[in-house]
Nanobody, 123 residues
Framework: QVQVVESGGRLAQAGDSLRLSCEASGCTFRSGAMGWFRQAPGKEREFVAT????????VYADSVKGRFTISRDNAKNTVYLQMNSLKPEDTAVYYCATTGDWVAFRPSQYNYWGQGTQVTVSS
């Protein structure tokens, strides 16, 4: 069984920085990737970023390029999302998930999900 747990979400002000953490357990995590998604009320779940376990290849959504950085610690089975220059439109529940694919952008490509962590950015 695989468990995914996000943490670090909180209330922040526009321009602030925040780091989210995601710890996964229950498998080897020697292949595939982990990704961050976010979902605002009334909106569909949106791809944010992904990083492969092997090589650390990263892909970002256009909306967060230059502001967010995804990273990993393979020994801890943990990925991070460093969020800088936060904007009110970044407000959402942020989810971390695992995928067996090298790179995946659609929620349906991810198999295990965390419960999410709330990020609220005030103006």
């Amino acid at each position: 069984q695989v468990q995914v747990v996000e943490s670090g979400g909180r209330l922040a002000q526009a321009g602030d920085s925040l780091r989210l953490s995601c710890e996964a357990s229950g498998c080897t995590f020697r292949s595939g990737a982990m990704g961050w998604f976010r979902q605002a009320p009334g909106k569909e779940r949106e791809f944010v970023a992904t990083i492969t376990w092997s090589g650390g290849y990263t892909v970002y959504a256009d909306s967060v390029k230059g502001r967010f950085t995804i990273s990993r610690d393979n020994a801890k089975n943990t990925v991070y999302l460093q969020m800088n220059s936060l904007k009110p439109e970044d407000t959402a529940v942020y989810y971390c998930a695992t995928t067996g694919d090298w790179v995946a952008f659609r929620p349906s490509q991810y198999n295990y999900w965390g419960q999410g962590t709330q990020v609220t950015v005030s103006s």
